[in-house]
């Protein structure tokens, strides 16, 4: 393994950033965002250091869950753009160093994709099979529902032919039967075609759902067609993505425990999934924070599974969905609650808060950066959603998880420089407060040197230039201190110590780093250390304080 070697594996040390078409840049003033737009604004995510776009559906969509309820895979939102549009946007990201990847929605569609339509005329329509059905009345699911809110039962009664069809989501949007090889058919084609148009690959959503659906169908006597391993359809589709495209990968949304997640990413054989996002140390971060104590994070890193070279995880402090705190205890939740999230108009669905992290975290600089520096530093590729970078607030009178789904605020003009259009026209309000645009804004904090903005492309820069930290193994290094993390990732004659104060004292830490004197240089500020001939090393770190820092023994080849 060489360092030349990391550039066919590309996932392992990206830098994604996640955005919404229409909520990103809004070229032609009908108050949604476009992809003529975005093209605009590729620059941008090139200056900041992004190397892998991630766009949410932009396919076409009765809009209903903010385009994951889709009515034509292979189709491109009117409102959004066309086809060409969307090729100009990948081919100006791919000249700047970008690569695009893209949801794909394969547990459902919307209840008015032409398929569905179809499916529900009669019950030997010829689509009927493409969704799953019941005849006989279905048992309380209401623990198993997604959104609570909205639904009690993943079963709707179809009036038209008195059945009931799945739907792990909301109604309006019926599973899919990926049972059926004539619906893995049309998703494989589908994958095909966006690969053409120069994808790079999926963030695939909703993985487990449509296992779990697999699972039930090889179940019944009366399908023998079906795979009696489910996972065998994950298989398949990588190795056809792959077949289409050697360097194209699959995303996943996994929101399991981390002993199901290895599964997923195929074992040893790793031959599934390339990715995962990790939502188990995500909401161990939060406790840990709450706490001022790294312990449940550091457990949660400590127990991640091994993966194979080939397989990453895809690590973030926050996404488009609710917050989810769904894997901690109910106590643990209660804690991170209390202290980031204390009123009920902050929370939702009973596990998660609708906030983004500035004010969770009160709007504290300090803590801002501790928290990012921190994310960088863990091992995996870092994924960020638009506007974290400004620290962007979210608007809580937004129904749900659209209060952090305002638009991405560019300058401190009228609707903060995303669209021209009045206000009373935008896709949604832009944030209003100490969060809006006039105090966060990208045209102000690029000029600044000690910006936010600044310092996370400060950040990108200092994790590109270290790969031990998506290649690397990863190890916790031992110190008395519970409000410090204290990691070392090593990958060939390389390695990188970071450390990380989660409390609000200056501390001291003592680290052995080494058998024998090192170099130890900082990477994010001036200033360098020497350890003692054994290896040792005292640490000063202010409150919130962090530091990377690159072990440098003798002659190595990396810059100091
Ligand atoms: C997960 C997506 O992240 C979420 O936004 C969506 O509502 C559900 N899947 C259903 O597609």
Redesign the pocket.
Known sequence: MRVTDTSDQWWKIAVIYCLDVETFYDSDGDGIGDLGGLAERVDYLAELGVTCLWLMPFYPTPDR??G??VTDLYGVDHRLGTHGQLVEVIRTANDRGIRVIA?V?I??TSDQHPWFKAARRSKDNRYRDWYVWRADAPPDTSDQV??PDREDSIWEKDPRTGEWYLHH??RY?PDLNVANQAVRDEIARTMGFWLELGLDGFRV??VPFFIDDVETAAADPGRPDVPADPHQYLRDLRAFVNRRKGNAILLG?VNLPHRDQKKFFGGNAADELHMMFDFITMQNLYLSLARGDVRPLAKALRQRPAIQPSCQWATFVR???ELTLDKLTDAQRQEVFDAFGPEPEMQIYGRGLKRRLPGMLDGDPRRLRLVYALLFSLPGTPTIFYGEELGMGEDLAQEG?MAVRTPMQWTSGRNGGFSTAPPRKLVSPVVEGGYGPAHVNAAQQRRDPDSLWSFIRGLIAAYRSCPELGWGTFEVLPQPDHAVLAHRSAWEDAAVIAVHNLGAEPTEVDLTVADREVLLVDLLQPGEERTDDRGRVTLALDGYGYRWLRVHVGDDARLP
Request: net charge negative; hydrophobic share 25%.
């Open positions: 869950d903010d994951y309820d949801d929605v547990n459902h997604v959104f989501f909301y949007q959503d909703a949304e996404n488009h969905d998880r």
